[in-house]
């Protein structure tokens, strides 16, 4: 063959391989869906509240003796692949008196194959075996990521550290939704008011299909009271009956406590022994 042809031939080749590859990369490659790597999701986030309450995680957050350390607790996982978590508070600076600092701890090591997370967090900061606890403690939050196949549940609820002292007459969260009034501690505690986001597994007390939420957990290792307090949550919603239940985290037990309700002020009332979580139905 005639080498200037060849030439030709093989500059006309290059120009239609050229071509196809980019239609290929233009037309066909950039169409095909990129496959998410293990442990990543397709980027879809949707609200926790959109997992049956059975279903979703139970959360304990209980303080220590002196306030300085949060025990989280984390069950009935089994439902998801991973779960990881951020708790934030604002405490006071102590480099500039009355102001705010945001501070916190997250959480990337849960094992959901685990019967039970548990995790100790010190509010503040350690040096060297010495703990300089964070004062002024507020707006407490936690943030639940939660996967599960391709998508991934959010969670977004506030936590209160409250300090009980022997003079305490009302203990209630921020919202002022749940108050126990009349306490009888005899001596301070720490106690914390949080959504347990989810129920415990396995409970068959109630139908969880009729939990009017938030279900409200009042933590800490503050004995019985010397008398019974005065418990009244504000329900979020209005049903024609209500009733009480607690659960003890002593010793993982259900009670149904004797209460009443007012669905003109939509609140429901009880005398309570102790503190627990508490949850309220609608039958």
Known sequence: MDPA????????????????????FLFIFQKKPKAPKPGETT?????????????RPHITMTPTADGAEIIISIENMANFDRIDYELTYLADNPQALGEKITRGATGTDVNTRDDKY???ILLGTASRGVRSPDKGIADGKLAMHLFKDDTEYLSETNWDLLEVS??????????????????????????????????????????????????????????????PADLSITLSANP?????????NRDSSWKKVESSYDPSNKTISAKVNSLAAFVVTSQ
Do not use: C, M
């Open 118 to 120: 548990k995790k100790s």
């Open 5 to 24: 042809k060849r030439k030709l031939y093989i500059i006309a080749a290059a120009s239609f391989i050229a071509l196809l590859a980019a239609v290929y």
């Open 240 to 248: 024609t009956q209500a009733f009480l239940y607690s659960f003890s």
């Open 166 to 227: 022997a003079s305490t007459q009302v203990l209630k969260d921020r919202t002022g939704n749940l108050q126990i009034e009349n306490l009888s501690l005899g001596k301070n505690y720490w106690v914390i008011i949080a959504d347990t986001v989810g129920l415990p597994e396995g409970q068959k007390e109630f139908d969880h299909k009729n939990v009017i939420g938030p279900n409200y957990g009042v933590f800490s290792i503050a004995p019985e009271f010397v008398k």
């Open 43 to 55: 980027g879809e986030v949707q609200q926790l509240a959109d997992i049956e309450l059975a279903k």
